[in-house]
């Protein structure tokens, strides 16, 4: 059996964020955080600070976002169908990317991921995991990595809740991480502190 090796980042950052701003005229993902850094470029730049191609999808008319993380490094997917929920998002990126031997699936409204987290589910898929979820003091949190194995099931996917499924019902490389990012994402201004 071959171990996996070529391992691609997927962000997700096609979301409209109306929890963030109900009236959709401030992007969430293109907020400052304390540190001044986009929500969006935090979280990008931790997954290209391990994993050597990240394929990032945005909306079609979000050129903004698109190209913040194109000038990041990021090969920039825009869905024309991202309105249909984060399955739709998904399902574009890997179409792209379907030749990888495995997958960090990662929320562009998650910046306090640590690069160490990643790296760890990198791992874990490089070592055999078809499935792997980071734990933080016994919870578990975002991003997911996801080996070939379940490539048919993720093409499946549709409506607004993701592979969430596909983890739920399936066996599941717990990878026990120090990193309450996991856990952490930006649903409203108060979070951005």
Request: proline share 6%; hydrophobic share 50%.
């Amino acid at each position: 059996m071959r171990l996996a090796s070529d391992i691609v980042g997927i962000l997700l950052a096609a979301g409209r964020g109306r929890r963030f701003d109900p009236e959709g005229v401030r992007n969430k993902l293109l907020q400052p955080l304390g540190e001044g850094s986009p929500v969006v470029a935090a979280s990008a730049r931790h997954m290209l600070a391990v994993l050597p191609r990240v394929v990032a999808v945005v909306r079609d008319d979000d050129d903004a976002t698109a190209a913040l993380l194109a000038q990041l490094g990021c090969e920039v997917a825009r869905c024309a169908d991202a309105d249909a929920g984060m399955a739709a998002s998904l399902v574009h990126a890997l179409r792209q990317v379907a030749q990888a031997d495995g997958w960090v699936v990662a929320l562009g409204d998650m910046p306090r991921v640590l690069p160490s987290t990643i790296a760890a589910l990198r791992q874990a898929v490089c070592e055999g995991a078809a499935i792997a979820a980071p734990v933080y003091q016994s919870k578990r949190g975002n991003p997911i990595a996801f080996g070939r194995l379940h490539l048919p099931e993720l093409l499946a996917l549709a409506g607004d809740r993701g592979a969430r499924g596909i983890v739920n019902n399936n066996p599941v490389t717990d990878v026990a991480v120090d990193d309450a990012g996991i856990l952490l994402d930006i649903d409203t201004p108060s979070d951005l502190r």
